[in-house]
Nanobody, 124 residues
């Protein structure tokens, strides 16, 4: 059974940093794209970032470019999201996702497996 488990969320002050982790199990994900999405109350799920299997190709949503960095450790089946210069508008539940993608996609429907999410709350 495929499982994605996010961790690292919490309450942080604006301008601070957090690092989210997503550990995958149930299959080997090293050949596939892994992504991060977020969803704030009353809003649609939003693309945050994604990384290809080698880590050499990444993509970021416009709202996080220059502040967030995605990385992965295939030996640990884990993807990370380093969040710097956090803003109140970054407050959301952050989800890790993956599937059978070999090319980065930014729409949620392209991803087959999702974690349960981790809450990030930013105080101003």
């Amino acid at each position: 059974q495929v499982q994605l488990v996010e961790s690292g969320g919490g309450l942080v002050q604006a301008g601070g940093s957090l690092r989210l982790s997503c550990a995958a199990s149930g299959r080997t994900f090293s050949n596939y794209v892994m992504g991060w999405f977020r969803q704030a109350p009353g809003k649609e799920r939003e693309f945050v970032s994604a990384i290809n299997w080698s880590g050499r190709s990444t993509s970021y949503g416009d709202s996080v470019k220059g502040r967030f960095t995605i990385s992965r450790d295939n030996a640990k089946n884990t993807v990370y999201l380093q969040m710097n210069s956090i803003k109140p508008e970054d407050t959301a539940v952050y989800y890790c996702a993956t599937g059978g993608l070999t090319l980065i996609e930014t729409t949620p429907r392209e991803y087959d497996y999702w974690g349960q999410g981790t809450q990030v709350t930013v105080s101003s």
